[in-house]
């Protein structure tokens, strides 16, 4: 069995990329933004291998 994502749900974007970038030293791989929605998808991966994503939404 292989993992594609784990997303998480997170109330402050830019404070839970300061988190995840800064201290855990993941990437941001790609952003979808969605203005009639008013979300945002994140998808953030270890330096090097995208293969386990974690998907901030």
């Given at each position: ?21 800064q ?6 791989l790609r ?21 386990a ?5």
């Amino acid at each position: 069995m292989k993992y594609l994502h784990t997303m998480v749900r997170v109330n402050d974007i830019d404070a839970s990329l300061a988190f995840y970038c800064q201290h855990l030293g993941l990437e941001e791989l790609r952003r979808i933004d969605n203005e009639q929605g008013r979300f945002s998808l994140v998808f953030l991966a270890a330096p090097g291998d995208s293969s386990a994503q974690v998907e901030l939404t």
